[in-house]
């Protein structure tokens, strides 16, 4: 009787031993993975509870941060790249990026590409009322004043780039990540985004509605508005072409029959592009649905917030650019990124490096940034935005009366 359990027993204790630690790391993951949205939710649900709109624009950044640095920030980025990438089917957009950007060069084109990106990830990643966002928002605001005042950047471009910049990330995150938004963070989402478009002076008046009960609402109305835009506004036009052609020239290959395959049929054709290889086509799907599955059962969650922002420089007031693409501008030259192997490849093909002239490896400069042509220039109109900015405080609730400044008391 003993020596026939006995031999059963030795690879069932083997699987046992096996197994108990894969599940034990199973349910490690499965635990670890939700923690921090149940956080989340434990500490603002009772609140939203007794008021819809109590959710301050201080509150709702801290959720956003959560979900753009913690839990999802590979798509999060994406979905704002891709949505920039989306606004070039409208002509006006286009042809405003064609006149700014020069084209036949390469050197204005990556320089403002670079410019974009420090300043965007300046105002959006720095908690509201800081002086680092206000900074950036200000000089952002006074590259767009030239335009807005001869009438080429109009409010309904800006209204519909801010709307697929919101709309993109949280598209992408409910279809392809390990899990989807709860209606609280959508309304947190919405909350800060409404914030930060009026920091950039954004007019909301052609919303059918001109109050509303909470970012959700407010983002619902913004989609819609948004998709009627688009249809009264996408087709093909040479600038939509060119533009699209350039910023789709700073992709890698794969990065860009991602992007394609991830457009529509009508804007792909308002863009100009080619459906993107078959094989392409056929294998996202199930290559995201595998990436969906290892990240939410088989990864342990992030620890770290990924840094977006620029850093410190050892030139007081500048600051380093974390990432760069095609031209290394405002990056730090490191001993790494002059003489490591990609140095050498890139020395090969006889590309800049990181601290070759003209690149400003001492950082850029948020009040200096911009084109050439505007630099040194502005401050007294920064100054002025600096002040209506410092007055738009983080503890406001947008979505309480007209004005929104005030939060409700709660007991
Ligand atoms: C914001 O700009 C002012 C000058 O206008 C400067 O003194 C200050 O250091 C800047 N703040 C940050 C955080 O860069
Ligand atoms: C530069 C250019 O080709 N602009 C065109 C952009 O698209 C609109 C609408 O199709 C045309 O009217 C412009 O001429």
Redesign the pocket.
């Known amino acids: 009787m003993n020596t026939h359990t006995q031999s059963g027993t030795i690879p069932g204790l083997t699987a046992l031993l096996v197994a108990l630690p894969l599940v034990a790391y199973l349910c490690l993951v499965r635990h670890l993975r939700f923690r921090r949205t149940q956080a989340i939710h434990r500490q603002y649900a009772p609140k939203l509870h007794e008021q819809k709109s109590a959710l301050t624009v201080n509150d709702a950044y801290d959720i956003t941060m959560s979900l753009a640095t913690l839990e999802f920030p590979t798509t999060f980025t994406a979905g704002v790249r891709i949505g920039m990438f989306k606004s070039y089917a409208i002509p006006t957009i286009s042809n405003l990026l064609m006149r700014t950007s020069h084209f036949n060069n390469l050197e204005t084109t990556s320089r403002r590409a670079a410019n974009t990106g420090a300043l965007l990830t300046e105002i959006f990643f720095h908690p509201p009322g ?3 966002g ?2 950036a928002t200000a000089r952002t605001n006074f590259l767009h004043s030239g335009y807005k005042k001869n009438g080429h950047i109009t409010n309904d471009d800006m209204l519909y780039t801010l709307a697929l910049s919101i709309v993109e990330p949280i598209r992408l995150i409910n279809r392809y990540e390990w899990r989807s938004l709860s209606p609280l963070e959508v309304n947190a989402l919405g909350t800060y985004w409404k914030s930060l478009g009026e920091t950039l002076d954004i007019s909301y008046l052609d919303l059918p509605s001109t109050t509303w009960h909470d970012g959700q609402e407010w983002l619902q109305e913004l989609d819609e508005w948004a998709q009627a835009y688009e249809k009264r506004n996408m087709q093909w036009s040479q600038a939509n072409f060119t533009v699209a052609h350039h910023a789709a020239g700073t992709l890698s290959a794969l990065q860009r029959h991602t992007v394609n395959n991830l457009l529509e049929e009508e804007r792909r054709q308002a863009i100009g592009f080619a459906p993107p290889p078959l094989t392409y086509r056929m294998s996202l799907g199930p290559v995201l649905a595998a990436r969906r599955f290892c990240v939410r059962h088989l990864c342990l969650p992030r620890r770290r917030p990924v840094e977006m922002t620029g850093m410190p420089s050892n030139e ?2 500048h ?1 380093w650019a974390r990432n760069w693409y095609s031209r290394p501008w405002y990056t730090k030259a490191t001993k790494w990124a002059r003489y490591g192997p990609s140095a050498w490849w890139r020395r090969w093909l006889n590309e800049p490096c990181p601290g070759d002239d003209g690149y400003q490896p001492e950082g850029y400069d ?2 200096q940034i911009g084109p050439v042509a505007l630099r040194g220039k502005g401050h007294e109109f ?2 002025q935005e ?1 002040a209506r900015l410092s007055e738009l405080s983080g503890s406001r609730c947008p979505f309480t009366g007209q004005s929104g400044s005030k939060c409700p008391h709660l007991g």
Request: aromatic share 8%; net charge neutral; proline share 15%.
């Open positions: 800081s002086t680092r206000i900074n007081p007031g600051y948020p009040e920064v100054e600096k």
